[in-house]
């Protein structure tokens, strides 16, 4: 049975930094395109970054710069450090796993991130 548990959310001050993390279980973690994804409160959801097999990684314009993803294949772990938050980094975080860039793949159930003073 696939299992992806974000945690790491929570709340921090604007200009703060948070590390998400998903554990993933039951299937092939190494082989699969991990992904962060993002949904503002009352917004749609949106793309956050990617990490391939081979550790290519690629993010949104909005987020370049400030946030990392990162993955190890030997703890079935992908990783988002997220520096330098803002307000509308405000949302919930989720993470997806695909075997290719054309299967849906899978989802968690995501992890709340509030950046607030």
């Known amino acids: 049975q696939v299992q992806l548990v974000e945690s790491g959310g929570g709340l921090v001050q604007p200009g703060g930094s948070l590390r998400l993390s998903c554990a993933a279980s039951?299937?092939?973690?190494?082989?699969?395109?991990m992904s962060w994804y993002r949904r503002p409160p009352g917004k749609e959801r949106e793309w956050v970054a990617t990490?391939?097999?081979?550790?290519?990684?690629t993010y949104a314009t909005s987020m370049r710069g400030r946030f990392t993803i990162s993955r190890d294949n030997a703890k079935n772990t992908v990783y988002l450090e997220m520096n330098s938050l803002k307000p509308e980094d405000t949302a919930v975080y989720y993470c997806?796993?695909?075997?290719?860039?054309?299967?849906?793949?899978?989802w968690g159930q995501g992890t709340q991130v509030t950046v607030s003073s």
């Open positions: 990490i391939n097999s081979e550790r290519t990684t």
């Open positions: 039951g299937f092939q973690f190494g082989q699969y395109i």
């Open positions: 997806r796993a695909r075997p290719g860039v054309w299967s849906e793949g899978y």
